[in-house]
């Protein structure tokens, strides 16, 4: 068991030395003996976690990933909000999400495929969509799969505005901002009026959702 914690603290250095090498040089310059030094291993040990540089960068994407779970809603489109506002606190808070999503935006790094993070955000804001469409929040002529594209494809151009004009400190205001544009074009107004679009949404959500895995932690250690 102590070795196993090892093994995965070490895993953890190293991608968060690589996450803080991808985002300050980008993919193509960024090397393995930088990530190296920054996270203090030795170089079989960092092989034995990761085959390559682009193998890195793959694990470093992967946290862009709704790894803390946004708490089921009654409203779909609400639980729809609260990822997506999520998403920007954890970009202004976390080192982590900013390079993987630097990385993800990164159209020099060759050789390396950055769909995935596209891919499995569609995935997520699809099924949200799907089950608001069955509880009757769409309006008629929506197409889930369509309005899933739009808001993913807008929160990347939003959050690469807000990274070049003032590195994110803006973020969680346009994010409100395109959220408040973007669906009154697919939601009905009953529902619309009664979502919580604010700017500290986002913060709100994240610490709801620690608190929730934290009981869920203490309720699996006592059984």
């Known amino acids: 068991m102590a070795e196993q914690l090892r093994a995965i603290r070490t895993r953890q250095t190293i991608l968060s030395a690589a996450a803080k090498i991808f985002e300050e040089h980008g993919y193509q310059a960024a090397t393995i003996s930088q990530i190296l030094t920054e996270a203090g291993v030795t170089k079989g040990a960092l092989y034995f976690h990761f085959h390559s540089k682009e193998d890195l960068a793959q694990g470093v994407l992967a946290e862009q990933d709704q790894r803390i779970i946004v708490p089921p809603r009654v409203s779909k489109v609400q639980e729809i909000v609260d990822v997506v506002m999520l998403q920007a ?16 935006m990164d159209q020099l790094a060759q050789n390396l495929d950055r769909s995935g993070p596209f891919l499995r955000w569609v995935e997520v804001g699809l099924d949200l ?90 309720v699996e250690a006592a059984g």
């Open 89 to 104: 606190h954890r970009l202004q808070t976390d080192p982590m999400v900013r390079a993987g999503v630097r990385l993800t």
């Open 129 to 218: 969509l799907q089950r608001a469409q069955a509880q009757g929040e769409l309006l008629p002529h929506i197409s889930p799969s369509e309005t899933a594209d739009v808001i993913v494809g807008s929160f990347a151009g939003i959050q690469s505005m807000s990274q070049a004009v003032c590195e994110y400190r803006d973020l969680v205001g346009r994010v409100s901002a395109l959220m408040r544009h973007v669906l009154p074009s697919a939601v009905v107004p009953s529902i619309l009026a009664s979502l919580d679009l604010s700017e500290g949404r986002g913060a709100a959500v994240y610490d709801e959702a620690l608190k929730a895995a934290e009981m869920r932690d203490l």
